[in-house]
């Protein structure tokens, strides 16, 4: 009896985390603010709730010392990152400034915002290096409560793949378990959810922490249909999240079905916006939280 009472007690809890978060149009922030600030920064993340983000889309890879640091690419960037001496970071040496391979210390000896970036020419320079996720969850959480908004939703990517497992990061398990760690650490586990390329953190994640809501990412250039998609993930995930060119009135309609969010990334102008909400889309991840609207 004991035990099939916490059966149902955990389907209900998991049933009810799924029910909360559906309420809003879900407005993500990609990487924070991308556009505006440097992205996966903590100002970024500031930026995206005063532009009332409800969620905040961040990446995160894992340092040599196993803390689980914002990042896009597991290393720094030539595009975007600064050496310790201040010269800019090439293209040759990029792959070398391995994060897996460096302390969380070292890690904090390169600036990644001084040098702004081309491809977001309205991106404010500051100096800032990257920062925890437990450090991001803190800040934006007590920044939102002293801006008196609503606390932010989660969406956090684990990049990995398995041809650079060992290299880059560690295996899935050991990469969620850490992750995880963190969620449970800062108790926000109603208000997260991991995304992921890589079918295989969403697989162990759905089998051993099945409180997390799942959310399989799609390239745009993805042949398979929405079924093969996920007949190879093996479960249906919380929400879907395609690249947004994908996107149509079928695609919606499918996901209905499938009572699954769709969630489309990376959407940078007004009038795309426009059209994937009056298509239905759940929700739409920019790098310019300042395009968001609410009617
Ligand atoms: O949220 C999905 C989107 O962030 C995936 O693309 O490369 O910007 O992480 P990327
Ligand atoms: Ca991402």
């Known amino acids: ?69 914002l990042s896009h690419e597991p290393f720094f960037n030539h595009e975007i990152a600064t050496n310790p ?17 460096m302390s969380y210390a070292a890690t904090q000896r390169y600036d990644v915002g001084l040098r702004g970036n081309t491809r977001f020419p309205q991106q404010q320079k500051m100096a800032i290096q990257k920062p925890l996720l437990l450090q991001v969850i803190d800040s934006a959480d007590a920044y939102a ?17 398995a041809s650079t497992d060992g290299v880059f990061h560690p295996d899935p398990k050991t990469f969620v378990d850490l992750l995880v760690a963190v969620i449970q650490n800062k108790k926000i586990t109603d208000r997260v959810t991991i995304q ?19 959310v399989l990412l799609i390239e745009g250039d ?3 249909n929405l079924q093969q998609q996920l ?37 940078n102008n007004l009038a795309e916006m426009k059209r ?8 739409i991840i920019s790098d310019y939280p300042n395009l968001f609207y609410f009617p």
């Not at 001496?85 to 391979?101: M, Y």
């Not at 409560?145 to 793949?161: A, G």
């Not at 996107?247 to 769709?262: G, T």
Request: proline share 5%; aromatic share 10%.
């Open 276 to 283: 994937l909400r009056e298509l239905g889309v759940n929700g």
């Open 145 to 161: 409560i002293q801006k008196k908004k609503p606390l932010p939703f989660y969406n956090i990517e684990t990049k990995s793949q």
């Open 1 to 69: 009896i004991f035990l099939t009472g916490l059966v149902v007690f955990s389907c209900t809890s998991i049933k009810q985390n799924k029910m909360n978060r559906q309420i809003a149009f879900d407005w993500q922030g990609h990487r924070g603010a991308r556009g505006l600030v440097p992205e996966n920064t903590i100002p970024a993340m500031y930026k995206a709730i005063d532009l009332g983000a409800r969620t905040l889309e961040m990446d995160v890879v894992i340092t040599r010392d196993k803390q689980v640091i």
């Open 196 to 214: 992921s390329f890589d079918i295989r953190t969403l697989q162990y994640l759905h089998q051993q922490y099945p409180a997390i809501p799942t």
């Open 231 to 267: 007949s190879a993930l093996g479960f249906t995930p919380y929400a879907y999240s395609p690249h947004y060119s994908l996107v149509n009135a079928s695609m919606v309609a499918e996901c209905k079905k499938h009572n699954m969010q769709l969630i489309p990334w990376t959407v």
């Open 222 to 224: 993805d042949k398979r």
């Open 85 to 101: 001496d201040g010269t800019a970071v090439t293209i040759q040496d990029e792959k070398k400034l391995n994060i897996f391979q």
